[in-house]
């Protein structure tokens, strides 16, 4: 298995500016998982998916963050406008279950985001 | 809420044993995981607890007692390649699905 797949892995775009971030799960894994890690808040959920339907979004900063799931093998995580204080990288996640203890997320590659 | 420390740092010798302590505080529990980062990498899944009790996997080892909210991981025969930041997380029994909560991780440096 390639494992999670994310993309760019590194971006640097410009204060004001709308970023996307990409992520393809495992395949098979029911639930998808967007984090954000700094040195200042260390690793922080934003949202998790469950077949595709946002379960649990209380960890967006605010509404210029937005993240979709259209299918199952693919979700994205939007930030417009952006600002500098956006400036993290972006762990993508999936696990094949969730509602059972034992189930081990998975990390993709990260996306580092530079917003100058 | 939830509460996760950890130590912010540590220092060890190569071919030495270190415990990397974490406490928690939940409204429920779940299991506890223990995850390895390198620098500019990925968390990799390290080891689970859900019951109190020792779990051995080769080298590393990771300890839980949901009376006390503690956990350790244990790892033995440092290797310089074990440098990296540990992070312990909870799963709380009230979230829906798979929430976890991270601790903000502990950076060890192996020493020759």
């Known amino acids: 298995d390639a494992g999670v797949i994310q993309s760019p892995r590194h971006e640097v775009t410009e204060m004001g500016q709308e970023v996307t971030l990409r992520c393809k799960p495992i395949?098979?894994?029911?639930?998808l998982f967007w984090y954000r890690q700094t040195m200042m808040r260390g690793l922080e959920l934003l949202i998790y998916?469950?077949?595709?339907?946002?379960?649990?979004d209380s960890g967006m900063p605010e509404d210029r963050f937005s993240a979709k799931m259209p299918n199952a093998s693919f979700s994205t995580l939007k930030i417009q406008p952006s600002e500098p204080r956006d400036s993290a990288v972006y762990f993508c996640?999936?696990?094949?279950?969730?509602?059972?203890?034992?189930?081990?997320?998975?990390f993709g590659p990260g996306t580092r985001l530079t917003v100058l | 809420g939830q509460n996760i420390d950890q130590p912010t740092e540590m220092t060890a010798t190569e071919g030495a044993i270190v415990q990397i302590n974490c406490t928690y505080q939940?409204?429920?529990?779940?299991?506890l995981f223990w995850y390895q980062q390198h620098a500019g990498e990925a968390p990799t899944f390290l080891s689970y607890?859900?019951?109190?009790g020792l779990e051995e996997k080769g080298r590393f080892s990771s300890f839980l007692s949901r009376s006390k909210g503690y956990s350790y991981l244990l790892l033995k025969e440092l290797q310089m390649k074990d440098s990296a930041s540990y992070l312990c997380?909870?799963?709380?029994?009230?979230?829906?699905?798979?929430?976890?909560?991270f601790g903000q991780g502990t950076e060890l440096s192996v020493k020759p």
């Open positions: 996640a999936s696990s094949l279950r969730a509602g059972t203890s034992t189930d081990t997320q998975y």
């Open positions: 395949s098979g894994h029911d639930y």
């Open positions: 998916f469950n077949n595709n339907v946002p379960i649990d």
């Open positions: 939940t409204s429920g529990f779940n299991g």
């Open positions: 607890n859900v019951l109190d």
């Open positions: 997380a909870v799963r709380d029994i009230y979230n829906q699905g798979g929430k976890l909560i």
